[in-house]
């Protein structure tokens, strides 16, 4: 048997609120693996831009930078995974995981992102639940 691969993909979105999805399942002679995701947010002082040629969300405008005596703009996303996995020789495993983010544009080079992630791994053998905060800074051209 060869392996396969399905994916569907799909985004909604306006000048400051999107919505992006994607399922995919994929098996081969030793492994079942199948999962999605949904990923939502909305933007206040900016604009979302896309890729005309590809679809694909590229930077964010940003109105009133912090170089013009503004505030930047703010983003607060949303983001849910779950996935599935079955081996031949290994019990089946799943997981989810959901994160929140406040991220903040001084620029439109420029972000900073403060999220908060809850992620769970069940499985027979390995059962693991792991809360995360991050907070990184991005530079992007």
Known sequence: ??????????????????????????????????????????????E????????????????HPLTSNGLGAWEIAFRQENGWTEEVRQPAASFWSSEASVIWYPIEALRLIASYTLREKISATDPDRTPKFRLRLQLFY
């Open 1 to 46: 048997m060869a392996e396969k691969y399905l994916a569907l993909e799909g985004l909604y979105k306006t000048k400051s609120w999107y919505v992006a999805a994607e399922g995919m399942r994929q098996s081969s002679p030793l492994t079942k693996t199948s999962g999605f995701y949904v990923d939502t947010a909305v933007l206040f002082g900016g």
């Open 48 to 63: 979302f831009t896309h890729r005309q040629a590809t679809g694909v969300l590229a930077n964010r405008t940003v109105d």
